[in-house]
């Protein structure tokens, strides 16, 4: 089977729309950064990009169309050094004859090279089969080429035989060596990545993400060092603006937790928390809602009605009603959560958060023509008794 010697237009589709969704999130320099990345020539990038752009300033919604074949450049090949010669042992370089690119060991054990585009297509699907996780697409299938550039973070050797289809891999230990158990890297790299996370969330995420490369959250068992770390990842994930990414993570997080502690315990509650927290930034308010109902009810069973962790929560609950459209039972649910919080919690800085976010609900349904609930909470004459009964 022969392979064509140029990027897949799903390779190409994949890299536009990650520089478009890092340029929606307000990233700098996304072309930059997407083909650093990935270890791809920022010039071709760039060119994908345009293509997709009408001369009017606009965006041409039809896929990007591969540049002629006199200027694009060989294909993906593997991280330097990944690839060895199984008769010599020794690493296996680029060889391009008469624009046929290939792996070639220095010894010239075998008559012809092995095709770079075969070896990268294999490499990468076996990579994308053994830890589906190790890139994150818009697209679907994930491309092989993107799984080849990120092989040496799952596999420290490839032998090669004879034939490009011929090889064998020789996997990182250390970032799982039973599945679904974290390694000693996960264990040591865990306390760090905690310390990090509030002053530089980036470098924190970047300790978690390769040891967590080779764990598959859907299929991984319970184990309360993985849990832990997949809740700081899914946190983290959150807050660097990738809650889709991070709702995977959370899940297995919540779930692990519930089958080893019970679903009462701080550390399912944590993570439940969390998972609410990771659907809610990614647009699942539904699901959101259902976690936080649970968690609110926990809480109320746990720590009682009163505690401030379940109203915050409710509190929270209120939110995603309005956002799920529901903005009369947010606004009475709401108001009163802060007439509880208050009676128990006074001067509590969280009060007046509830209170702004109460405010913005009555402006919004002020402006769209909606009718109050005749026993909300009025803020201004509540803050005014509040204070006279203070002084």
């Not at 991984?220 to 770390?229: K, Q, R, S």
């Amino acid at each position: 089977m022969s392979f064509p010697r140029k990027y897949s237009l799903d390779f190409i589709d994949a890299i536009v729309q990650r520089v478009a969704a890092a340029r929606a999130q307000g990233h700098r320099g996304p072309i930059t950064a997407v083909a650093r990345e990935l270890n791809i020539d920022r010039r071709l990038v760039q060119q994908w990009v345009g293509r997709t752009r009408t001369p009017a300033g606009g965006t041409d919604t039809a896929s990007p169309q591969p540049a002629p074949l006199d200027t694009v450049p060989p294909p993906p090949t593997l991280p330097s050094g990944l690839l060895v010669c199984r008769t010599c042992q020794q690493p296996m370089h680029t060889t391009d004859d008469g624009g046929q690119v290939g792996y070639q060991c220095p010894r010239a054990c075998r008559r012809l090279p092995l095709g770079a585009a075969t070896v990268a297509d294999t490499v990468g699907r076996t990579v994308l089969r053994h830890t589906p996780g190790i890139v994150t697409t818009l697209g679907h299938p994930k491309p092989a080429e993107l799984a080849a550039a990120h092989a040496a973070r799952v596999i420290t050797r490839i032998t090669a035989g004879t034939l490009p289809t011929d090889l064998r891999f020789t996997w990182r230990r250390a970032l799982a060596p039973i599945p679904g158990q974290p390694g000693p890297a996960l264990t040591e790299r865990l306390p760090s990545a905690r310390a990090l996370a509030t002053t530089d969330p980036i470098r924190a995420h970047e300790a978690l993400r390769d040891t967590l490369t080779g764990v598959d959250p859907a299929a991984a068992d319970p184990n309360p060092t993985l849990a832990d770390a997949a809740r700081l990842h899914a946190e983290l994930l959150t807050r660097l603006g990738n809650p889709a990414a991070a709702v995977r993570w959370a899940a297995y997080a919540h779930h692990s937790h519930a089958h080893l502690h019970g679903p009462a315990a701080r550390p399912t509650l944590a993570a439940a928390h969390t998972l609410a927290t990771a659907h809610r930034h990614a647009g699942r308010h539904q699901r959101a809602y259902h976690v936080y109902r649970n968690l609110a009810d926990q809480l109320t069973a746990t720590a009682g009605p009163h505690a401030h962790p379940t109203l915050a929560t409710q509190a929270t609950l209120a939110l995603v009603l309005r956002d799920l459209g529901h903005c009369a039972a947010a606004r009475t649910l709401l108001a009163d959560t802060i007439t509880a919080h208050r009676r128990t919690h006074p001067h509590h800085p969280a009060t007046a958060r509830m209170l702004h976010h109460l405010h913005q609900m009555r402006q919004h349904c002020a402006d769209h023509g909606h009718e109050h609930p005749e026993n909300e909470l009025d803020t201004g004459q509540e803050q005014r008794q509040h204070s006279r009964a203070a002084h």
